[in-house]
């Protein structure tokens, strides 16, 4: 089983920028997508960006144009760069396949977006 530990999160301003990274105990290169969630309290974890083995993306509309998915199979790390944050993304953030696989969902990492 391939584990993940998600970094990067923190106290952003509106508006600001986080790069978020998700590191693999294993090789993700056998893993055809994958992709970046976040959970707010209360909520259901909800996809935020997709990428495929090919560089295909996939973004919720909540996100698109200001997130950006991103994979490096040699260092075995996912990226999400986020940009003009808003308030509405806060929320613990996590990296799994996509499908997400339940046994390897890491701690996540907390992004909190306030004045």
């Known amino acids: 089983q391939v584990q993940f530990v998600e970094s990067g999160g923190g106290l952003v301003q509106p508006g600001g920028s986080l790069r978020l990274s998700c590191g693999a105990s294993g090789s993700i290169s056998g893993i055809y997508s994958m992709g970046w969630y976040r959970q707010t309290p209360g909520k259901q974890r909800d996809l935020v960006a997709r990428?495929?083995?090919?560089?295909?993306?996939s973004y919720a509309d909540f996100v698109r144009g200001r997130f950006t998915i991103s994979r490096d199979n040699v260092k075995k790390t996912v990226y999400l760069q986020m940009n003009d944050l808003k308030p509405e993304d806060t929320a613990v953030y996590y990296c799994n396949a996509a499908p997400p696989v339940v046994d390897n969902w890491g701690q996540g990492t907390q992004v909190t977006v306030s004045s």
């Open positions: 990428l495929n083995r090919v560089g295909v993306t």
